[in-house]
Nanobody, 126 residues
Framework: QVQLVESGGGLVQAGGSLRLSCEVSERSSTYDYAVAWFRQTPGKEREFVAVLNWNDRYTLDSVKGRFTISKDNVKNAVYLQMNSLKPEDTAVYYC????????????????????WGQGTQVTVSS
């Protein structure tokens, strides 16, 4: 059973930065799982933000150049560095994991992921 715990959310002004952390439980490893970040606003479906599948990274076009996903295999953690934040980035951000996938995997679809964290709120004020 994989457990994911997010942290690092908060309130920030537009143009500011936050770094979200996703800690993967001890019985699992960032070597074995692809870990993604999704976000969700009220009344909308969860939106893919970025995924790290072994050493391959895929990022939502609208956040490219501003958001970076990375991992620390020693700490069993995956991070989402968010720079130049905009009010439209306001959402609950979720960490998700699934076993490492092949090229045919639909990594954008939330239902493709098996494990989820509880979410962390990010609010960007204008």
């Amino acid at each position: 059973q994989v457990q994911l715990v997010e942290s690092g959310g908060g309130l920030v002004q537009a143009g500011g930065s936050l770094r979200l952390s996703c800690e993967v439980s001890e019985r699992s490893s960032t070597y074995d799982y692809a870990v993604a970040w999704f976000r969700q606003t009220p009344g909308k479906e969860r939106e893919f933000v970025a995924v790290l599948n072994w050493n391959d990274r895929y990022t939502l076009d609208s956040v490219k150049g501003r958001f970076t996903i990375s991992k620390d295999n020693v700490k069993n953690a995956v991070y989402l560095q968010m720079n130049s934040l905009k009010p439209e980035d306001t959402a609950v951000y979720y960490c998700a994991a699934t076993p490492l996938f092949s090229s045919s995997f639909d990594y954008i679809r939330a239902t493709s992921y098996v494990y989820w964290g509880q979410g962390t709120q990010v609010t960007v004020s204008s």
